[in-house]
């Protein structure tokens, strides 16, 4: 144990934050986390990795996700894209059309839903794309 810390220092935590690591963005989306879900960024698990829904979707982060649970005892899982995002192509993919690069994200985090309630059903998995003005659109 880190000698810093009390014996009676939490060990567990209800929030895991996957994010893409665009240091653009990071702003925004922990102000979002804070005034919408009262989430503290800083007493969280954290995991930053381009393109974070997509990365969830195809099985790569599945590994982290079911390791915090295990270590920490997380609750809640919150997945957090952003516009102008290289792991998706950026915009230029979408035809510099900010909409349908939305959809994509969409697209993308409802898989990752499906992934993480696959192997860990009793997660609450929430998820909002930030988008270049920092706005939050979220998953319906």
Same mark, same amino acid.
């Given at each position: 144990?880190?000698?810093? +810390?009390?014996? %009676?220092?939490?060990?567990?935590?209800?929030?895991?934050?996957?994010? $893409?690591?665009? @240091?653009?963005?990071?702003? /925004?989306?922990?102000?979002?986390?804070?005034?919408?879900?009262?989430?503290?960024?800083?007493?969280?698990?954290?995991?930053?990795?381009?393109?974070?829904?997509?990365?969830?979707?195809?099985?790569?982060?599945?590994?982290?996700?079911?390791?915090?649970? +295990?270590?920490? %005892?997380?609750?809640?899982?919150?997945?957090?894209?952003?516009?102008? $995002?290289?792991? @998706?192509?950026?915009?230029? /993919?979408?035809?510099?059309?900010?909409?349908?690069?939305?959809?994509?994200?969409?697209?993308?985090?409802?898989?990752?839903?499906?992934?993480?309630?696959?192997?860990?059903?009793?997660?609450?998995?929430?998820?909002?794309?930030?988008?270049?003005?920092?706005?939050?659109?979220?998953?319906?």
């Amino acid at each position: 144990m880190n000698e810093r +810390q009390p014996k %009676d220092y939490p060990h567990n935590v209800d929030n895991l934050v996957i994010t $893409c690591m665009d @240091f653009r963005f990071q702003k /925004a989306i922990r102000e979002q986390l804070q005034e919408k879900y009262q989430v503290d960024i800083e007493s969280s698990d954290r995991i930053a990795y381009p393109g974070a829904s997509k990365a969830i979707a195809d099985g790569t982060l599945i590994p982290t996700i079911q390791l915090s649970h +295990q270590l920490h %005892d997380i609750k809640n899982v919150y997945v957090i894209d952003h516009t102008d $995002c290289g792991g @998706f192509g950026g915009l230029a /993919a979408h035809e510099n059309d900010e909409r349908k690069e939305i959809a994509s994200h969409m697209d993308s985090m409802t898989r990752a839903q499906e992934a993480i309630r696959m192997v860990l059903p009793q997660l609450v998995v929430t998820s909002f794309v930030v988008n270049l003005e920092g706005e939050a659109i979220h998953l319906t």
